[in-house]
Structure formats: structure tokens, C-alpha cells
T-cell receptor
Framework: KAGVTQTPRYLIKTRGQQVTLSCSPI?????VSWYQQTPGQGLQFLFE???????NKGNFPGRFSGRQFSNSRSEMNVSTLELGDSALYLC????????????FGPGTRLLVL | SQQGEEDPQALSIQEGENATMNCSYK?????LQWYRQNSGRGLVHLIL?????REKHSGRLRVTLDTSKKSSSLLITASRAADTASYFC????????FGAGTRLFVKA
């Protein structure tokens, strides 16, 4: 099976812009989670989708949003970008609803100038 | 704040030596997972240990869990240069919480 794929891999934006990141989970996986990784804050949970429904959300402002499509592919959107949004954004999929084992994509590295 | 906290933050050893990393967490758990990350890439799931297990092995990896102390340790035996990476513990199912990670450097 193909692994989790994320596009784009690298992205440069300027403050105030918005960005959409995409994640394709492993075939058959219905749970998709998003994480932000920065040197200062480490790995932080953004949100998780299961069967097109947002099941859990981390402590991030409303500028961060996401959605999941019927084929389990997921997108994450960040509006009104700030310098502090520069990070590696990781997507992970899981076959089971309990997310015991998550399979991560390579990440999208976002730089906000 | 991170629930899992790894110790040490960084570790440098020679090839062939064993590497031990520790993780502490704050709340009760159903399971604890360890992941590896190579140089800013995606994480790779290494091993999961359930709350009713005390020890688990997978190849050169040995994980222990002490729920009374809310701590876990990851032992990598006979380390190799390819083991150079950051290692994270993670707890929680629906809202996975990762520790700050231990950066392991294995010198050839």
C-alpha cells in the first residue's frame, strides 16, 4: 500500500495570506490527524477527522481549519498567516478509530515571511 | 504543554552501545507509543505498550512502562549510525500528546 502523502512538500507564503495543505491517507484509513511541529512548541495536535467529521480539536485559533472528504483525503487551511505559523505540518492516518498506531506523511514545511 | 516529557533531551553514543531514553507523563493512559523522526521528516511508529503491560520487545527495542510512576523507557540495544534520529513518546488516543523528544546521535 502507498503511504501517507502530503502536498505540497514546501511552501513559502507572506503574512496575511492563506494556505491549504493536502493529505492523502493510506488506503482504507478513515482517521486523519494533523499536527504542527515547531522547535519551540514541539509536536502539537491540531485536529482529527474520522469519516468526514471533526472528532477532536487541539488548542489552536480559529484561523486553523480542516475538512475531510468522502475518500478520506483531508485538507488543512490556515487563514491570515502569521510569522509564528512557520512550521512543519504533519498529517497522520490511522486504520482504527482508536488511533493506536498512526502512520505519518513526510510533512509540509511552511515558511511565512 | 506537553504531557510526555523525554529525558535526556539529547544523547550521543558510539555505535554498538545501548541508548536509553525516558518519558514521563501526567495523566492516566490506555497505552503509550514511541515514534522516531529522522531529520525533520515524518514520524515512524516504533512500538506501542498498553497500560496493562510492563515490558515489550521489538527487535533491538525494549520498552518498559511503569504506570505507578507514570513513566516509560525505550532501550535501543547495539545502536547503529542509522539509529540517529529524534525519539518521541506519545500518549492519548484521540488527542495524541507528544513529548518534547530525545535527540539521539550515534557516532560511527
Amino acid at each position: 500500500k502507498a503511504g501517507v502523502t502530503q502536498t505540497p512538500r514546501y511552501l513559502i507564503k507572506t503574512r496575511g495570506q492563506q494556505v491549504t495543505l493536502s493529505c492523502s491517507p493510506i488506503s482504507g484509513h478513515r482517521s486523519v490527524s494533523w499536527y504542527q511541529q515547531t522547535p519551540g512548541q514541539g509536536l502539537q495536535f491540531l485536529f482529527e477527522y474520522f469519516s468526514e467529521t471533526q472528532r477532536n480539536k487541539g488548542n489552536f485559533p480559529g484561523r486553523f481549519s480542516g475538512r475531510q472528504f468522502s475518500n478520506s483525503r483531508s485538507e488543512m487551511n490556515v487563514s491570515t498567516l502569521e510569522l509564528g505559523d512557520s512550521a512543519l505540518y504533519l498529517c497522520a492516518s490511522s486504520q482504527k478509530a482508536d488511533k493506536e498506531t498512526q502512520y505519518f506523511g513526510p510533512g509540509t514545511r511552511l515558511l511565512v515571511l | 504543554s506537553q504531557q510526555g516529557e523525554e529525558d535526556p533531551q539529547a544523547l550521543s553514543i558510539q555505535e554498538g552501545e545501548n541508548a536509553t531514553m525516558n518519558c514521563s507523563y501526567k495523566t492516566s493512559i490506555n497505552n503509550l507509543q514511541w515514534y522516531r523522526q529522522n531529520s525533520g521528516r515524518g514520524l515512524v511508529h516504533l512500538i506501542l505498550i498498553r497500560s496493562n503491560e510492563r515490558e515489550k520487545h521489538s527487535g533491538r527495542l525494549r520498552v518498559t512502562l511503569d504506570t505507578s510512576k507514570k513513566s516509560s523507557s525505550l532501550l535501543i540495544t547495539a545502536s547503529r549510525a542509522a539509529d540517529t534520529a529524534s525519539y518521541f513518546c506519545a500518549t492519548g488516543g484521540f488527542k495524541t500528546i507528544f513529548g518534547a523528544g530525545t535527540r539521539l546521535f550515534v557516532k560511527a
